[in-house]
């Protein structure tokens, strides 16, 4: 039982990084129904930014992270700037091709930079309470709490803020907004904004609970939050979450009763299997198509 | 005043001969460049290369381009094919690795094909983005298989695959591919794929079985891209699963858009350029995968449907779609004399 409790955290941990990471593939999908690939890249420019601002420039963890945040966010509105905005009334792949180049470009400049992995001091000295024989670490704690506030205040933007109307809007009808006074071009960048900023605060924890980070790991956990949003509904925020949530607890519990180099294969069949039973995810509504 | 006949015109009326003649030249050329060692092994070795590039790309543009879904999983189809054949030439008929070779990559193609078609059973129940991710699970899982089975060499790949991959093999396959690939696409059933591109619903409606153009689509899809892994793995003789990932399948996808969707001359073009541009960046050693992303940035900016776009060389297109030749004019008739 115990054991099981003990795993259980650690599904919570994951998870909510996943469901951090997921959230910013959904804002960007569910306004403007576009795959946001470097996003994996951007929660790894997160870990590297927290890694150079904790233990090279010695800031306190608050700064730290309030600096990957911010970094990271203002990193994704220079891409939808760049690459993505010129490219709004291209077909949808022409944008998909230049989101793989950004990804590309994010890890190779930081393979540059740190050709090897490096290894993240912890930017605060975690303690262990001990519940019942499950050890609880503080770092834990931190990182489920930050991850579901940040969370739920997402969900509060996008279900009741006029910036979240705007953006649901976005997602119905693009052309028609500008009409009605709707500034597109803004709503779209505070969208990246916010899912970057996410994005890089999942990197910050992630660097802190797994602390071995390498430019190519934005890739693999990039995916697999994207698969995360997807089994819970893309462009749906409560959706991201769960899947992100599913997605961790469905890892760990393979890497706790199976050898774990079938984590990948289990997990991935897993959801393979959910998206044939549920073809648009969890949480998702089918979109009834118009010829 | 003589018109100038264009280019589709010309090819038009003289399309049997010089379609041969460049076939026989491309075998002379295959042949002979190794034969008498007319550009040194680096430059064969980078034509190998775009050979099996332009292999990919199109197989990966019947689905991605013709068919405008969004496969990210053919990197695994590629791993299926190159480990069998690898398996066939240096495991299971080691006695004459050379005789065996165009079977084994044929039965790589096949074996590809039979995963392609689960794939396609599976995944053809839903579309656009989901399918993305089961392709990508797949490849995921894929992956994770070969890890995992010892006799394949587990994590550390299959060694000592005997070098047979030379271009006149190489330069048969891409033909025979295009050849399939264009007669499958002007095919009434390739009319097909891109209606489903095109509207789906509408197909549906004009009678066109679109489950199963998907799936043969698919499938014909795997299986060159499973030819084109065999042909792989027995050019550099080591293959490991992390060959095959998600960077791999990135590869494929760039060449095809970088080319133009539905195009084959674009899909030769797209995968000659940049195999061509990855080679020539090699000096700037690890600035190399920083600018070639650059580079297609700039060329999506500015040409955001790729090189060819949605548009086809004429040499691929039916002798029915090009413009007629216009008709000898009649001499011009004199003005009358008052």
């Known amino acids: 039982m115990t054991y099981f409790l003990q795993q259980s955290l650690n599904a919570l941990q994951l998870g909510s990084i996943y469901a951090l990471i997921a959230l910013g593939y959904t804002l960007v999908y569910g306004v403007l129904r576009l795959i946001n690939f470097a996003h994996g890249d951007l929660f790894m420019v997160g870990a590297f930014l927290s890694l150079v601002a904790g233990s090279l420039l010695g800031l306190p963890a608050g700064v730290v992270f309030v600096l990957a945040v911010l970094g990271t966010a203002v990193l994704a509105v220079l891409i939808e700037r760049v690459a993505y905005r010129p490219l709004r009334d291209a077909p949808r792949v022409s944008a998909v091709i230049t989101a793989l180049a950004c990804g590309l470009i994010l890890e190779h400049v930081v393979l540059l930079i740190s050709p090897y992995p490096q290894h993240v001091p912890p930017l605060f000295r975690v303690t262990n309470f001990s519940l019942g024989g499950v050890v609880i670490s503080s770092l834990q704690i931190l990182i489920v709490g930050i991850a579901l506030v940040l969370m739920c205040g997402l969900d509060w933007i996008f279900r009741r803020s006029l910036l979240g109307i705007a953006m649901r809007a976005i997602a119905k009808d693009m052309k028609t907004l500008p009409l009605i006074g709707v500034p597109v071009n803004r709503v779209v960048a505070a969208a990246f904004l916010l899912g970057g900023g996410l994005g890089g605060a999942a990197g910050m924890m992630y660097g802190q609970a797994y602390p071995v980070i390498e430019p190519y790991m934005g890739i693999m956990v990039g995916w697999k939050a994207f698969i995360a949003a997807v089994v819970g509904g893309i462009g749906n925020i409560r959706g991201a979450m769960l899947g992100g949530y599913i997605l961790g607890t469905v890892e760990i519990a393979v890497v706790a009763f199976f050898p774990s180099t079938y984590r990948d294969f289990v997990a991935f069949t897993l959801l393979v299997v959910l998206l044939i039973v549920r073809p648009t995810g969890l949480l998702g509504v089918e979109e009834v198509q118009k010829v | ?338």
């Open chain 2, 1 to 338: 005043m003589m018109r100038v006949p264009s280019a589709a015109i010309l090819w038009r009326r003289h399309r049997t001969p010089t379609l041969a003649g460049l076939i026989l030249l491309g075998a002379m050329l295959s042949f002979g460049i190794p034969r008498f060692g007319l550009i040194n092994e680096y430059w064969q070795f980078i034509l190998i290369t775009i050979g099996i590039n332009v292999i990919l790309a199109l197989a990966l543009n019947l689905v991605n381009g013709f068919m405008g879904e969004f496969s990210v999983g053919h990197a695994g189809f590629m791993a299926a094919g190159a480990y069998i054949a690898a398996m066939g030439t240096s495991r299971w008929f080691p006695a004459d690795p050379a005789l065996v070779f165009p079977f084994a990559v044929i039965l790589g193609g096949l074996g590809a094909s039979v995963l392609g078609l689960v794939i396609a059973i599976l995944a053809f129940k839903t579309s656009g983005d989901y399918l993305a991710i089961v392709t990508l699970a797949f490849l995921m899982i894929v992956k994770s298989v070969l890890e995992n089975i010892d006799a394949v060499g587990g994590p550390r790949g299959l060694l000592g695959i005997v070098p047979l991959t030379t271009l006149p093999w190489v330069c048969g396959w891409v033909l025979l591919s295009i050849w399939v690939i264009r007669n499958l696409v002007y095919s009434r059933f390739g009319r097909g794929i891109m209606a489903v591109r095109e509207d789906v619903v509408a197909a549906n409606l004009v009678g066109v079985h679109t489950r199963e153009v998907k799936i043969l689509a698919f499938v014909v899809s795997a299986f060159f891209t499973g030819v084109a892994g065999g042909l792989f793995a027995h050019l550099l003789q080591f293959i490991n699963p992390r060959m095959f990932d998600i960077i791999k399948s990135t590869e494929m996808l760039v060449m095809v858009y970088l080319g133009g969707m539905g195009s084959i001359a674009g899909s030769i073009l797209g995968a000659s350029v940049f195999t061509v541009m990855m080679e020539l960046l090699r000096p700037l050693a690890a600035w190399r995968m920083v600018v070639m992303p650059l580079i297609l940035v700039l060329l999506m900016l500015f040409r955001p449907r790729g090189i060819m776009g949605l548009t086809e060389l004429a040499c691929f297109k039916p002798r029915e779609e090009l413009p007629t030749p216009p008709a000898a004019l009649p001499p011009a008739a004199l003005p009358p004399v008052p």
